[in-house]
């Protein structure tokens, strides 16, 4: 009889549904139906949002926060930063979020 026995397995439960365990099947990544707003777009616009990553917002935010952040240190002491840079860089970063989505998905 050994002296250390190895602990007892544990039944881990992962995120989203699939815990692991035997008889388990992988979720359907490409039919799978998009949720949010991105699936209440028309069904001929909704896979390229989709693909874009419009439904999962956190790159954008982390490309368009710097940018955000540098445009406010830009503008004159006292002033708003100006609408139009704002939005000019705040899509350049979803659209450039949406491309490099795009690359990896090739």
């Known amino acids: 009889r ?14 989203g549904g699939n ?10 990544k490409g039919g799978a139906a998009a949720t949010g707003w991105v699936g209440r777009l028309p069904p001929s616009l909704s896979p390229y949002a989709r693909l874009m990553r419009l439904d999962k917002p956190i790159g954008s935010w982390l490309l368009a ?5 540098s445009i406010g240190l830009a503008a004159a002491q006292g002033a708003p ?5 704002l939005a000019l860089f705040g899509s350049g970063a979803v659209l450039l979020r949406g491309a490099g989505g795009t690359i990896n998905d090739l």
């Open 81 to 85: 930063p100006d609408p139009w840079t």
């Open 2 to 15: 050994p002296l250390l026995r190895p602990p007892p397995p544990r039944h881990v439960h992962l995120p």
């Open 19 to 28: 815990d692991g365990g035997v008889g388990d099947e992988p979720k359907p």
């Open 65 to 69: 926060w710097p940018s955000f952040w």
